[in-house]
């Protein structure tokens, strides 16, 4: 079963730094492509980045292009979210999800499946900006 542990959060002034991370178990880390994702209190789940297990193309969704950074560490099964020049608007709770490899599709395809098909959602990590 495809389990994730995140970690990494916490309370930042706004302006700072963060950077998640992610630890896989209970699939093949280089079958899957890894995203993350969030969600404010009061606001539906929203898709952020994803991270290619195989090789390690990645895709970030516009409105944190500039700001956040994925990378993965195969042989740590685990994936990291370094957010920059965090803002108040990004709190949320963090979240990992997966989604099987196929094809050659792109990363806008993977953030969708695991947006509506991911069902394993875990803990998740809280991250707080202050103003």
């Known amino acids: 079963e495809v389990q994730f542990v995140e970690s990494g959060g916490g309370l930042v002034q706004a302006g700072g730094s963060l950077r998640l991370s992610c630890v896989a178990s209970g699939f093949r880390f280089s079958d899957y492509v890894i995203g993350w994702f969030r969600q404010a209190p009061g606001k539906e789940r929203e898709g952020l980045s994803c991270?290619?297990?195989?090789?390690?193309?990645?895709y970030y969704t516009d409105f944190v292009k500039g700001r956040f950074t994925i990378s993965s560490d195969n042989a740590k099964n685990t994936v990291y979210l370094q957010m920059n020049s965090l803002k108040p608007e990004d709190t949320a709770v963090y979240y990992c999800a997966a989604e099987k490899l196929r094809g050659s599709y792109g990363g806008s395809f993977y953030m969708t499946k695991m947006f509506y098909e991911y069902q394993n959602w875990g803990q998740g990590t809280q991250v707080t900006v202050s103003s």
């Open positions: 991270i290619s297990g195989a090789d390690s193309t990645t």
